[in-house]
């Protein structure tokens, strides 16, 4: 039941989500609540399908997510921090702008409904590493995953630095915190909630392309299925820390993972679809229930 | 105190400065000058004008008309990094720190040392230690802001200026939430500054910090500027009649209560803390007919002692009882129905909403009683709202003009009367004047007057001492939690009020 | 109103740029949108798609008007469908109607007074809750209408067929009597929001949650009552829907055709003032039906319209944003 494919397989299951929950992390340090990230994730997979398709080359695709992504990103951007729109209108809008607009390309682009796959669309390769792939259980674990899988544990870490050892780290932060004092100290507030929104829409340009070309090789209609949703849940459960996000992430994939094991032995599989989301609902609880424990209890 | 006659060469230089806001010329043309190592007050009412001025000069805001010349230069500020490159640093009211970062990476926050690209906290670390060892501060750089006193923490946002050079300082009403002692200290930091060279522009409304302090003072009224002197050849009531245009009784005293029966009673109220209580074992009694003062600096437990009888927030220990009855466990409805009324000190985010309408504003808390059969009736709601505003001399466009359209001291009258409405036997009030034009203060310090001698029970909480002083029969002193004083109408003179403030040290 | 005429323009022309780049042409697509929408055979299906729009619009404006956010009306949808079905499928006449529309309306309720309860007992932010509790729902109506409730005699994921007695009579082609329930629901929140204390708590909570907490309003209670009101009348639609043509449950009917996120959309854009929810959802209604036709008569895809709306959105939400920038002084 538990074996090393379990732990493999959540793994590359939660690299969309990953990617998702640091771009909406790294806004959040910022200050900005960016429930966009469905929409951009969206985006980026269609994208990067898209670009492979035309190129032939797998990697042109994945640069074409990632460009999707941030130029997707700038709506947020320029509605939100420059025109102050509301983030949860926008959030909401953006998500279904994506919907609806790639649903229209994969008609008018490729001339098909709901899925569009072929055989000759360029999908990421599994890597073997050697030397780690032969360690027993680790090895089946961490290695023969797409590229990606690999660049989101490096984005976690690269994220970790750059909030606490890089002067736009602490910029980040004290904007987030108090962004009238950091424009008192001439910090821009402005151009830095820019820079976050169009990194995290990178990410999650990043996260498109390995749910499109990594764990499969398509596009279909509406395929982020909620993914970034549960970065966003991921990110109020990480509270917005690195580290604290993929941990979150990766109680997810291990609950999506465990859940379709538990449809081998008989369960049935709307049951195990929602066991990942009821989980985090449990762990949210309890979290919650040790902050306020910590916390005196005040209403003011 | 002598100090050397600063240079006649000025520091910074407005002239003609003009600043409109939709519906009002906050800057009409306004001159000031200030030479090197000097210590000059920028005086005025609240919407004088005299913040809006200063963030002209900090490059926060651009004006509409007039010049700034720093130095015998002319210069124009889009932003505050320009100014602050220019050599301006301003400390503002309410401060600009991160209450989770530390001390250090509060003063280097957006002019960071690097080392290959990351941050060199070492180097950081040292910069901060010479400063506050140049200057005689009393700062720790390792220490986490949010944990620190009011004092400490101005110190920090001085201690951001001088790590940016900065050669003119403004400050903002510097001393709104110091002890006299802290008030002091910071005077002799500045003292120091100047004599070092630097350029003090304070902006203040308090006269006898003013007459202290200063070498020269500025006043402003309705954008212009009524009066220009040194501080040696000026006096109190000078400056109280260029401030408000009038000549001003400074310092009322008004007439004691006659008390009668016990109405609201604390006994043993607990809240603890991380690390020092919050609350402390206090116990206090106001009767009816009496105005019960709390002085002191906030951030003493004042805050937290009237949510907790008005059940915004819970105790870990003690009762409160309202005419005999026991509120412990009531929630804030109850509370009320019992008989408190409070007028919070957070105007714009607790005790009103800013974007709703004015009589809908002074409607909450009476929706129940303003319905009929189950609907609420306009008409009552108008009615109720009309007589609040006659009574209480609410200048507004209208009962549906927004309530932030309304002046800070409208606002404030409105929901003072709105609470009053209740004839509530215990009232709660807090910092009833901050942010309120003189006018405005007198109006609502006679009404909470006339609320007293109707035979209600008034607990007051006042950072102003010259409130305090006016209006309580009895005053309590808080100092870390606890009540440290209890001096009655006449015991309760600045020095004695100070000592206690200071918890008892000075 | 002369922003939202601004907007819409805008979004126009946005649109027309899109359907241009992919070769088709703009006023042709937007005439096929009017005429499918309010011409005499579209006028039916806006109606038909308007019914669950405005119902789950409102049903989304009940807590947004406190500023409190219910992301989980699907489930809440779905969980009312199958539960009035599950009832209709037992009973018999218009006592079997009413119970099927009791029971819709209690399971949407109790399930959005669950979340409500998480929130105010357990910490988690209503957001959270409503939202992760929504994918649950739909997985258990979509096991149900798999095993025990599964119409024995077809392969697909769909109920049973309610009896000939146990339906809601038509009103043309896929509109039934609902229709006057889910507008007496909208009079009923036009009424209770603006002349009742109950709505008049509601709003000031919306204005201000610490100014509701000081003049003593019960946020927890408040939040419970409105989950409740909110989940039931989203339950209600989704019972008003079922009880119509095709009188069954079929799994992801209630969930492709995007009425909640529609309605929500509404309800933000209105912010969740009664009658500009119903407008706006209307407005909305209108614009997707008029898509459908559109796609028939021209080619030009359906998902245009989504586009529109999204865009028209984005648009006022900035142009709101500016507005108020604007307006407050420095």
């Avoid at chain 1, 609540?33 to 670009?51: P, R």
């Avoid at chain 1, 951007?77 to 949860?88: E, F, N, P, R």
């Avoid at chain 1, 994969?106 to 709901?114: H, K």
């Avoid at chain 3, 979509?142 to 005699?153: H, S, T």
């Amino acid at each position: 039941m538990i074996d090393a494919a379990l732990f493999s397989s959540a793994l590359g299951a939660l690299t969309p989500i990953l990617f998702a929950a640091l771009a909406g992390a790294l806004c959040q340090r910022a200050g900005v609540f960016n429930i966009s990230l469905e929409g951009t994730m969206l985006v980026g997979a269609f994208a990067g399908v898209a670009g492979s398709w035309y190129t032939g080359s797998v990697w042109l695709g994945v640069l074409t997510a990632v460009l999707a992504g941030t130029a997707y990103s700038v709506i947020l951007a320029v509605a939100h921090v420059s025109l102050g729109g509301d983030a949860i209108v926008l959030g909401v809008a953006i998500n279904l702008l994506a919907v609806g607009l790639t649903s229209f390309l994969i008609r008018t682009v490729f001339g098909t409904r709901g899925t569009f796959s072929d055989p000759a669309l360029r999908g990421l390769e599994s890597v073997h590493i050697p030397g780690i792939a032969d360690i027993p259980f680790v090895g089946e674990v961490l290695s023969g995953h797409s590229v990606l899988v690999y660049a989101s544990w490096l984005a976690v870490v690269l994220l970790a630095v750059l909030l606490y050892r890089h002067p736009w780290g602490l910029r980040l932060r004290g904007i987030g915190e108090r962004p009238e004092a950091a424009a008192s100290l001439g910090v821009s507030v402005t151009r830095y909630r820019y820079g976050v929104i169009l990194a995290g829409g990178a990410l999650c340009g990043l996260a498109g392309a390995q749910l499109a070309l990594g764990n499969v090789t398509l596009f279909s209609e509406n395929m982020t299925a909620g993914r970034g949703w549960i970065a966003v849940v991921a990110v109020m459960l990480g509270r917005a820390l690195p580290y604290g996000v993929l941990a979150a992430a990766v109680l997810f994939g291990l609950a999506e993972a465990f859940g379709f094991r538990l449809q081998g032995i008989g369960l049935p599989q709307q049951a195990t679809d929602a066991a990942p989301y009821v989980v985090t609902l449990l762990a949210l609880f309890v979290s919650s229930a040790r902050i306020r424990r910590s916390r005196t209890r005040e209403s003011t | 105190m002598t100090r050397q006659q600063p240079e006649p060469q000025a520091a910074v230089t407005l002239r003609g400065i003009v600043k409109r806001y939709p519906g009002v010329l906050a800057n009409d043309h306004v001159d000031l000058t200030v030479a090197d190592g000097e210590i000059h007050a920028l005086m005025g009412e609240n919407g004088a004008g005299k913040s809006t001025l200063m963030s002209i000069l900090y490059g926060l805001s651009q004006p509409d008309d007039g010049e700034i010349e720093l130095g015998g230069r002319p210069v124009t500020f889009s932003s505050a990094a320009q100014a602050i490159d220019a050599g301006i640093g301003m400390v503002q009211q309410g401060f600009a720190l991160f209450d989770t970062l530390s001390v250090t990476d509060n003063v280097v926050f957006g002019a960071e040392p690097t080392r290959r690209g990351l941050l060199d906290r070492r180097a950081a670390r040292a910069a901060v230690a010479e400063l506050v060892e140049r200057h005689g501060l009393r700062v720790r750089p390792t220490d986490r802001v949010g944990d620190l006193p009011v004092g400490v923490r101005q110190q920090v946002e001085i201690l951001k200026l001088l790590y940016r050079r900065a050669r003119v300082l403004i400050l903002d009403e510097p001393t709104a939430v110091l002890t006299p002692a802290e008030t002091e200290r910071l005077f002799d930091v500045l003292r120091g500054l100047a004599a070092d060279g630097h350029t003090i522009l304070f902006v203040s409304h308090k006269l006898h910090e003013v007459l202290s302090l200063s070498d020269n003072v500025t006043v402003l009224r309705d954008g212009r500027v009524t009066m220009r002197s040194a501080t040696a050849d000026t006096d109190r009531a000078a400056l109280a009649a260029a401030m408000t245009g009038r000549d001003v009784e400074l310092d009322k005293i008004y007439p004691p209560g006659t008390p009668g029966e016990v109405v609201l009673a604390a006994h043993g109220l607990t809240i603890g803390g991380p690390g020092k209580p919050v609350l402390a074992d206090v116990s206090l009694e106001v009767r009816a007919g009496e105005v019960v003062g709390i002085a002191g600096v906030a951030g003493n437990g004042q805050t937290e002692l009237v949510a907790a009888i008005a059940g915004l927030r819970d105790l870990d220990a003690g009762t409160v009882t309202v005419g005999g009855v026991d509120l412990r466990g009531l929630s804030v409805r109850a509370r009320r129905a019992a008989g408190l009324a409070h007028v919070p000190e957070d105007r714009a985010e607790v005790g009103s909403a800013p974007r709703a309408r004015l009589a809908d504003n002074l409607a909450v808390g009476f929706q129940r009683r303003l319905a009929r059969r189950g609907f609420l009736a306009p008409k009552a709601i108008r009615a109720h709202s009309a007589a609040i505003v006659e009574q209480y001399d609410v200048r507004a466009a209208g009962p549906d003009a927004p309530m932030r359209t309304l002046s800070g001291g409208n606002q404030q009258k409105a929901i003072l009367g709105r609470e009053m409405a209740h004839d509530a036997p215990v009232l709660l009030v807090e910092q009833p004047t901050r942010g309120v034009d003189i006018g405005a203060v007198v109006n609502i310090h006679r009404r909470l007057v006339e609320y007293r001698d109707a035979g209600h029970a008034v607990l007051l909480v006042s950072a102003e001492l010259s409130e305090i002083r006016a209006l309580a029969d009895r005053v309590l002193v808080m100092y870390e939690g606890r009540v440290v004083a209890e001096l009655t109408k006449d015991e309760a003179t600045y020095e004695a009020l100070g000592l206690a403030m200071a918890g008892g040290a000075s | 109103m002369r922003t939202v005429g601004v907007t819409l323009l805008a979004a126009l022309v946005l649109g027309a740029v899109l359907l241009a780049a992919t070769g088709a042409n703009p006023l042709d697509a937007y005439w096929a949108i009017v005429t499918g929408a309010f011409g005499p055979d579209g006028i039916q299906d806006t109606l038909a798609y308007a019914v669950p729009v405005v119902g789950m619009a409102v049903a989304l404006a009940i807590p947004l008007r406190a500023g409190m956010v219910n992301l989980g009306g699907e489930g809440q949808l779905v969980l009312g469908a199958i539960s009035a079905i599950a009832v209709g499928l037992h009973t018999s006449g218009v006592l079997g109607i009413v119970a099927a529309l009791v029971a819709g309306t209690l399971a949407g309720a109790l399930y959005a007074a669950v979340a409500a309860v998480c929130e105010t007992r357990l910490g988690v932010p209503l957001l959270v809750t409503t939202l992760l509790l929504s994918y649950p729902a739909m997985s258990l109506a979509a096991y149900l209408v798999r095993f025990p409730m599964r119409d024995a005699g077809s392969s697909l994921p769909q109920s049973e067929q309610l009896p000939p007695d146990v339906r809601l009579p038509a009103m043309g082609t896929g509109v039934t009597v609902g229709l006057f329930l889910i507008v007496a629901a909208v009079a009923v929140y036009a009424v209770v929001d603006a002349r009742t204390p109950a709505g008049f708590e509601t709003r000031v909570t919306g204005w201000g949650p610490r100014f509701a907490q000081y003049a003593g309003i019960d946020r927890p209670a408040l939040t419970v009552r409105l989950l409740a009101c909110s989940g039931g009348l989203a339950g209600l639609v989704g019972a008003v829907v079922v009880l119509g043509f095709p009188y069954r449950f079929i799994d992801g009917a209630l969930i492709t055709p995007q009425y909640t996120w529609i309605g929500l959309l509404a309800a933000l854009l209105a912010a969740a003032n009664p009658l500009g929810t119903l407008v706006a959802a209307v407005f909305f209604a209108a614009l997707t039906s008029g898509g459908f036709a559109m796609e028939r008569a021209t080619q030009v895809p359906r998902e245009l319209t989504a586009v529109l709306q999204a865009v028209l959105i984005i648009f006022l939400a900035a142009a709101t944003g500016l507005l108020r920038k604007r307006r407050s002084p420095a």
